[in-house]
C-alpha cells in the first residue's frame, strides 16, 4: 500500500502548492522525494517554488523599468541641455567682454560734456546759428554740429586704425575782434569748468583756447579761430576730446 499512497501524496502536495496561500508558500514544508530500492520517501525539505511554480513565471517589478526610463530621460536633458548652457554662457561672455566697445564714446558720455560749451558761442540758440547734422556745404554758412567717434585710419596704414575724436563744432559770424570775443565767451566757459590758456601777444590767425578735465580723466580742447584772414568775421569753434579706446591718428 505504501508504494501506492506515496506517488499520491506527493502529486497531491505539488498540485495544492499553485493555491497555497502566499505564506504558506514562503514558509511551506520542503518536498523532497527520492527512490531506495524501488521505494518513494517524503522528505522533510521539499519547498513550494519549484520549477513549475506560478511564481517563476512573474514579470519583474514595474519599477526597475521606469527608474531606468528615468535615467535615459535624465541623459537626453543632458546632452540637450549642456550645449545650450555653454551657447549661452558664450554669448553672455562676447556680450560682457566687448560692450562699449562698438563706439568711441559709450552711452554719449563724452559729447555729454562738451555740448553745453556752445552756449558760449554768440548767437546760440537762434537762427544765427542753427544746429545740423551735416556739415553745409557753404563756407560762409553759420551753424553747430555734434561729430561722433568713427572709426578711422591714418591713410588706411596698418596698424593705425581706431577711433576718432569727439568734436563738437561750430561757425558763426563776430566783427569785434577777438579781445572782445574772449571777454564774452569767458565766463560762461568758466561756469562750465572750462579754464582759458595764455596766448602769444600776437597770432595768426587770431586764435584762444580753454581745456577742461572730463570725468574719465582725460583732458578736452577749447578753441575759436578766425577764419578766413585779416578782417574776416567768420569764426570758427572746436570742442574736441579723445574717444574711449584706441585712437585713430598717424
Known amino acids: 500500500m505504501l508504494r501506492r499512497f506515496v506517488p499520491v501524496v506527493t502529486w497531491l502536495e505539488i498540485g495544492l502548492a499553485g493555491i497555497t496561500p502566499i505564506r504558506q508558500r514562503r ?7 527520492s527512490s531506495h530500492m524501488g521505494r518513494h520517501t517524503i522528505g522533510r525539505m521539499a519547498k513550494v517554488g519549484m520549477i513549475d511554480d506560478s511564481v517563476w513565471a512573474e514579470e519583474p517589478p514595474p519599477m526597475a523599468r521606469r527608474a531606468s526610463g528615468g535615467r535615459t530621460k535624465h ?25 562699449g566697445t562698438g563706439s568711441g564714446d559709450p552711452g554719449g558720455k563724452i559729447m555729454n560734456q562738451l555740448t553745453p560749451a556752445a552756449t ?5 540758440g537762434t537762427a544765427a546759428v542753427p544746429s545740423v547734422s551735416q556739415l553745409p556745404p557753404s563756407l560762409d554758412a553759420s551753424f553747430i554740429i555734434k561729430i561722433e567717434p568713427r572709426q578711422d585710419s591714418c591713410d588706411g596704414i596698418s596698424g593705425t586704425q581706431g577711433w576718432s575724436q569727439v568734436v563738437v563744432q561750430s561757425r558763426f559770424r563776430w566783427a569785434q575782434g577777438l579781445p572782445a570775443l574772449t571777454a564774452y565767451m569767458e ?40 577764419e578766413d584772414g585779416a578782417g574776416s568775421s567768420v569764426w570758427q569753434f572746436d570742442a574736441i576730446a579723445e574717444p574711449v579706446g584706441k585712437s585713430a591718428g598717424c
Not at 558760449?120 to 546760440?124: E, K, L, Q, R, S
Open 27 to 33: 514558509t511551506g514544508a520542503r518536498l523532497h522525494g
Open 75 to 99: 541623459r537626453r536633458w543632458l546632452l540637450v541641455g549642456v550645449p545650450v548652457v555653454i551657447l549661452a554662457v558664450g554669448g553672455w561672455w562676447l556680450f560682457e567682454s566687448h560692450q
Open 120 to 124: 558760449a558761442i554768440p548767437g546760440y
Open 187 to 226: 565766463h560762461r566757459l568758466e561756469t562750465l569748468g572750462w579754464t582759458a590758456q595764455p596766448q602769444p601777444p600776437v597770432s595768426l590767425p587770431p586764435a584762444q583756447s580753454w581745456t577742461k578735465t572730463l570725468k574719465n580723466g582725460t583732458r578736452a580742447d577749447l578753441s575759436v579761430t578766425r
